[in-house]
């Protein structure tokens, strides 16, 4: 059987630094707030050459945190696409502020600048690119768009820690907010999370929040949150942070034997120079999809689907996203993931490769 994941075997190599860092922080007695959190926070901003990290408790946080910390006036609009994970909806919705959804480019699946000004209104405050599947938004007509209509840029770049555009960073360009998710290409033990940006002020609003509005003790200056990367998760995630830059170009490298090898028949990711992709997900599209995966099963491979529901089709959203959205459907009805995790090898996938391009359908 070829996994679609394991966790337990993508940390095995780290088995025996997360005991020795464990060990060290159980015996520290300090858990919260320490020097492990600053330490990740110095070395992931680094890895992300912005000037600050702030460790938080997870993604979705970091996105409402940004969110929460830009002081938007009652009614404002922020534009999102309408093909993301729930996550970037809700941390808008959690602000109390309206998404507004604008459709994915077909062949990138990331937002369509092309399609962004005409859903400005007065009250558009800010865009928000999803960094989907570990590939960079079109980030040069996006910036230019903020720009002229003074927007701000938040980067969901949950799935694409160290995706490059034309040689830059993601998260480096607006404010950056990351998931670690375990199953995230930079994930932890648990949940966690983090923001990055140039700004002090910023960072330092966003040190605040996570700690109950709080930046000397017991006195609040905002209404704050509990949102703490935890010692343990930060201690854990510098260890893994060493091996990101090997996690990526194993799965570039597995990606580019999917793409060399793959059939033309089932649409595979595009390969840009522009873009240095980091492939969190490697997905095809199929118009039988189900069948295919249903086949893929039958010959012992494990697939998933990202995602199966647009957002604005799921019931937490009926009377909130409205509007048809037929480009986010048909990604969402075609799109398949296939294996592409740290442990697998290229026989692996050239295993899954043999059976997709025998594929009769
Ligand atoms: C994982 C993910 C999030 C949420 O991150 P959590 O750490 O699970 O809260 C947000 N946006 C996208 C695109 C994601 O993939």
Same mark, same amino acid.
């Given at each position: 059987m070829i996994e679609y994941e394991n966790l337990g075997k993508v940390n095995e190599k780290l088995f025996t630094k997360y005991q020795e860092k464990f060990d060290e922080i159980l015996k520290s007695g300090w858990y919260i707030l320490g020097k492990n959190v600053s330490g990740f926070e110095k070395d992931f901003a680094a890895f992300c050459t912005t000037d600050y990290c702030i460790g938080l408790a997870s993604g979705l946080d970091a996105l409402v945190l940004a969110i929460d910390a830009l002081d938007f006036p009652e009614n404002s609009e922020i534009i999102v696409p309408s093909n993301t994970y729930i996550a970037t909806i809700l941390a808008i919705l959690r602000n109390g502020f309206k998404p507004v959804l604008v459709e994915p480019d077909i062949s990138t699946y990331n937002i369509n600048p092309a399609k962004i000004e005409a859903k400005i209104t007065a009250n558009t405050k800010a865009?928000?690119?999803?960094?989907?599947?570990?590939?960079?938004? /079109? +980030? /040069?007509?996006? +910036?230019?768009?903020?720009k002229k209509y003074q927007l701000e840029?938040?980067?969901?770049?949950?799935?694409?820690?160290?995706a490059l555009y034309k040689g830059r960073k993601i998260g480096s360009f607006g404010i950056g907010c990351f998931s670690f998710y375990p199953?995230? =290409?930079?994930?932890?033990?648990?949940?966690?999370?983090?923001?990055?940006? =140039?700004?002090? /002020?910023?960072? /330092?609003?966003?040190?605040?929040?996570? =700690?109950?509005?709080?930046?000397?003790?017991y006195y609040n200056d905002r209404i704050g949150y509990n949102s703490r990367l935890d010692e343990i998760q930060a201690g854990l995630l510098s260890v893994k942070l060493e091996v990101l830059e090997d996690i990526t170009n194993h799965k570039r490298a597995l990606a580019a034997c999917y793409h060399a090898n793959l059939d033309d028949r089932f649409i595979k990711p595009v390969v840009d120079q522009d873009y240095f992709d980091v492939y969190h997900i490697y997905n095809i599209r199929h118009q039988k999809r189900d069948e295919l995966r249903a086949y893929l099963l039958k010959n012992e491979i494990k697939t998933e689907i990202h995602y199966p529901l647009a957002p604005h089709k799921q019931k937490a959203m009926a009377g909130i996203l409205e509007g048809d959205y037929p480009i986010s459907e048909e990604i969402h009805e075609t799109t398949l993931s296939l294996p592409i995790s740290y442990f697998h090898t290229e026989e692996d996938i050239m295993q899954v490769i043999t059976a997709l391009n025998k594929y009769k359908g």
């Open positions: 865009i928000l690119p999803v960094h989907l599947y570990g590939k960079s938004c /079109d +980030m /040069d007509p996006i +910036m230019a768009i903020a840029v938040i980067e969901d770049c949950a799935q694409a820690h160290g199953t995230k =290409n930079l994930g932890a033990l648990g949940d966690a999370g983090a923001i990055t940006t =140039n700004s002090k /002020d910023f960072a /330092d609003k966003i040190f605040s929040l996570r =700690n109950y509005g709080s930046s000397k003790k």
